[in-house]
């Protein structure tokens, strides 16, 4: 005779994920203006490493030259040693190059047509949103294809880093040292960004949808309280629990491009 009852607990969570799909599916097709919110989990699909972790970039306590990757990539340790903050940032370029956009960034960029406002506000310095299609999007710690001169206003775009005569880099126009244009440990958020996302949350959003991010920045939690607070609808992407799981009237346990690309059938199917 058949398990039933194992039977029954491994349809359960597919069944689950199935019913929550639906019902964020509905919550999609009530809304007109979206503000979509993804971190690192969204680019994960892609085959870009982690930082930390099992299969990370750096999945130890210190780095090669005795400090832990925070202190490397910090805006102070550029500030001190340029060379050993680049070391480490061309390692992260060079891990990774020829990736592209995922399904579920493609699904991102089609999801905007079907709505009045339709923003991806991104932790990402990969630029897989704008290069997938999205046109509304906030790189909140800036892109790593972008340099810029630290002394000039030159700043110029890179597919990847291998055709740099040197590294660090130096400016074309004035020889000045180059940095990435992302936000360094410790350092400020852009103020483009910042203005852009604030002046965003000021028109205001009928749904929040957060996707593969731990929510840790006050940034990304508090559109999400917000919403919660004033009724709007709230949906989570993330296969583990975060901090604001518990806001979510719906929380997808699943990653990001399938979550995603099932979404979008069912908004084109209902629409």
Request: proline share 4%; glycine share 8%.
């Amino acid at each position: 005779m058949p398990d039933v009852s194992r039977h029954a607990q491994r349809m359960a969570p597919e069944q689950s994920v199935h019913g929550d799909i639906l019902r964020a599916t509905e919550l999609l097709r009530s809304a007109r203006r979206v503000l979509v919110i993804t971190g690192a989990g969204m680019s994960a699909d892609s085959g870009l490493p982690t930082y930390r972790g099992v299969g990370g970039l750096y999945d130890r306590e210190l780095t090669d030259d005795g400090i832990s990757i925070e202190d490397a990539l910090s805006g102070a340790m550029f500030a001190r040693d340029p060379a050993l903050t680049w070391k480490y940032i061309s390692q992260i370029e060079r891990a990774c190059r020829g990736a592209m956009p995922n399904a579920g960034h493609e699904a991102l960029a089609e999801l905007a047509s079907h709505y009045e406002r339709f923003c991806v506000l991104t932790q990402n310095v990969d630029g897989f949103h704008a290069a997938a299609g999205s046109r509304d999007v906030i790189e909140m710690h800036g892109t790593i294809h972008r340099l810029q001169c630290t002394q000039c206003a030159n700043a110029w775009v890179v597919e990847d880093y291998a055709g740099l005569a040197q590294i660090p880099p130096a400016c074309g126009v004035c020889g000045g040292l180059v940095r990435p244009a992302v936000v360094l440990f410790g350092e400020m958020l852009p103020d483009d960004a910042v203005c852009r996302y604030e002046f965003a949350l000021a028109e205001g959003f009928d749904l929040v949808l957060v996707v593969g991010t731990s929510a840790v920045f006050p940034y990304i939690a508090a559109p999400v309280e917000q919403a919660a607070s004033s009724g709007c609808a709230t949906i989570e992407i993330n296969p583990q629990r975060t901090m604001i799981s518990d806001l979510c009237d719906v929380h997808l346990r699943a990653n990001a491009a399938h979550a995603l690309t099932a979404l979008l059938a069912d908004v084109r199917q209902k629409s």
